[in-house]
């Protein structure tokens, strides 16, 4: 690694973390470095000059890649990116000419993959930055927090402060009024509450009324001053699955599409209902082989050890007896699909195991690559940034990228259309 002096080293560490529009705190996350008073100075002398970083630092430093963040003249359209994760509805997006104005995303490991892909620091929690703060923007887009609805969690619904950031969301699109909208989020979201959470959510997006939530309600300041607000856009929801759109994994997912009523006008009204009932028309053969690699060259420790293997096996005996379809799943190469990846899948997973008696081995996990694979992400998207647990947290987080990619294309003639 080439040695620099002082100077060019204060100019590069600075050129680096403008060059992804980040504030010295954001860059000290990005980095490692703790979120501290001491961290903040530490990088502020470092781009005064005074002191250096240390080699390991050094290099995660050099490792950012640089992108053209420049505003692209021939950009269709304009959107943002919210509960942004790992950027899987941008890619999509930006594949059908829009163009990214602003990204939020507060888990920090996220950030850093995020950086290492798209050449810029997701802002931090939504609930901290203001509507106005917030560019122009004819679309937006959102995977908003699941574990409020999930079959994993609690299933709280609004009464969980990750159900109330979906209020966040209503908040943004008072203020900026944009074209269309499309969100993201578990299947499960459909019967909760018997139907009640959804319906509250469609209710909003549709302006039908405001909702009255408890006084001790986790919401920011300005989402509790918006409730009142009344948006007017066209919407439905459709529960699409990956497995129909060419990726070998069953994942359900519930979209929800939304067109600014005066935007499209009347004669349009429904457009939303025939996008998705479109789609929910699509049928594909998948092989899970197909994403594979080759056991005889994947990692060993990807493979499960004699206690793991030996626990799966005695706990799938046990919830057998009692009852329930609780357990491991075992598949290989000629199965259609694979079942749903979690955001637990790092801890032993239990819900795709990959078989490998013909080698006479014990089965093994995904790769992170098999991952990126089963959610759609082009083979050069960057996996450096984070460690194999962190990447599965994010994959089991993310979205399925060709869902996204399908409904973009149907969206994409009315967004360029129509852009601000």
Same mark, same amino acid.
């Given at each position: 690694m080439?040695?620099?002096?002082?100077?060019?080293?204060?100019?590069h560490?600075?050129?680096?973390?403008?060059?992804?529009g980040?504030?010295?705190e954001?860059?000290?996350?990005?980095?490692?470095?703790k979120?501290s008073?001491?961290?903040?100075?530490?990088?502020?002398?470092?781009?005064?000059?005074v002191g250096?970083?240390?080699?390991?630092?050094?290099?995660?430093?050099?490792?950012?890649?640089?992108?053209?963040s420049?505003?692209?003249m021939?950009?269709?359209?304009?959107?943002?990116?919210?509960?942004?994760?790992?950027?899987?509805?941008?890619?999509p997006?930006?594949?059908i000419?829009?163009?990214?104005?602003?990204?939020?995303?507060?888990?920090?490991?996220?950030?850093r993959t995020?950086?290492?892909?798209?050449?810029?620091?997701?802002?931090?929690?939504?609930?901290k930055?203001?509507?106005?703060?917030?560019?122009?923007?004819?679309?937006l887009?959102?995977?908003?927090?699941?574990?409020?609805?999930?079959?994993?969690?609690?299933k709280?619904?609004?009464?969980d402060?990750?159900?109330?950031?979906f209020?966040?969301?209503q908040?943004?699109?008072a203020?900026?009024k944009?074209?269309?909208?499309?969100?993201?989020n578990v299947?499960?979201l459909?019967?909760?509450?018997?139907?009640?959470?959804?319906?509250?959510?469609?209710?909003?997006?549709?302006?039908k009324?405001s909702?009255?939530?408890?006084?001790?309600?986790?919401l920011?300041?300005?989402?509790?001053?918006?409730?009142?607000?009344?948006?007017?856009?066209?919407?439905?929801?459709?529960?699409?699955?990956?497995?129909?759109?060419?990726?070998?994994?069953?994942?359900?997912?519930?979209?929800?599409?939304?067109?600014r *009523?005066?935007?499209?006008?009347? +004669? =349009?009204?429904?457009?939303?209902?025939?996008? /998705?009932? #479109?789609l929910?028309?699509r049928? @594909?053969?998948?092989?899970l082989?197909?994403?594979?690699?080759?056991?005889?060259s994947?990692?060993?420790?990807?493979?499960?050890?004699?206690?793991l293997?030996?626990?799966?096996?005695r706990?799938l005996?046990?919830?057998?007896?009692?009852?329930?379809?609780?357990?491991?799943?075992?598949?290989?190469?000629?199965?259609p699909?694979?079942?749903?990846i979690?955001? *637990?899948?790092?801890?032993?997973g +239990? =819900?795709i195991?990959?078989?490998?008696?013909? /080698?006479? #081995?014990?089965?093994?996990?995904? @790769?992170?690559?098999e991952?990126?694979r089963?959610?759609?992400?082009?083979?050069?998207?960057?996996?450096?940034?984070?460690?194999?647990?962190?990447?599965y947290?994010q994959?089991?987080?993310?979205?399925?990228?060709?869902?996204?990619?399908?409904?973009?294309?149907?969206?994409?003639?009315?967004?360029?259309d129509?852009?601000?």
């Open positions: 080439e040695v620099l002096n002082p100077d060019n080293l204060r100019k560490l600075q050129h680096k973390r403008l060059a992804l980040a504030d010295i954001t860059f000290a996350r990005l980095i490692g470095m979120d008073e001491a961290a903040y100075e530490k990088i502020l002398d470092w781009e005064r000059g250096e970083p240390t080699p390991r630092v050094m290099g995660f430093i050099n490792s950012l890649p640089e992108f053209d420049s505003p692209s021939a950009a269709k359209f304009r959107f943002i990116d919210l509960f942004a994760g790992i950027g899987g509805i941008r890619i997006f930006e594949g000419g829009g163009q990214c104005v602003f990204t939020s995303e507060w888990d920090k490991f996220a950030q995020y950086a290492f892909n798209f050449g810029e620091v997701p802002s931090g929690d939504i609930t930055i203001r509507s106005k703060d917030i560019p122009l923007h004819d679309l887009l959102a995977g908003f927090p699941c574990q409020a609805f999930s079959q994993a969690g609690l709280k619904g609004f009464a402060t990750r159900g109330t950031l209020f966040e969301l908040r943004i699109l203020y900026h944009p074209k269309a909208f499309l969100l993201e299947k499960q459909k019967g909760h509450d018997k139907g009640r959470t959804l319906q509250t959510i469609l209710d909003v997006l549709r302006g009324n909702p009255h939530l408890p006084e001790d309600a986790d920011s300041e300005e989402a509790r001053e918006s409730l009142g607000s009344l948006l007017d856009y066209d919407v439905d929801f459709r529960v699409l699955s990956s497995n129909n759109f060419g990726v070998p994994q069953r994942r359900e997912r519930i979209y929800i599409l939304g067109f *009523r005066d935007f499209i006008g009347k +004669s =349009e009204y429904g457009l939303p209902v025939r996008i /998705l009932d #479109r929910s028309e049928v @594909t053969d998948t092989r082989g197909d994403i594979l690699e080759d056991s005889k994947v990692d060993p420790k990807y493979t499960l050890s004699d206690r293997w030996e626990g799966h096996q706990r005996i046990e919830h057998r007896a009692k009852g329930n379809g609780f357990g491991y799943s075992l598949f290989n190469g000629d199965s699909y694979c079942s749903t979690s955001a *637990r899948y790092y801890k032993d +239990s =819900e195991l990959v078989d490998q008696s013909h /080698l006479n #081995r014990n089965p093994r996990k995904l @790769t992170p690559r991952c990126a089963i959610q759609g992400f082009p083979a050069n998207f960057n996996l450096s940034a984070v460690s194999d647990p962190q990447l947290k994959f089991g987080n993310s979205v399925s990228v060709p869902v996204i990619r399908a409904i973009a294309n149907e969206m994409a003639e009315v967004l360029r129509g852009a601000c």
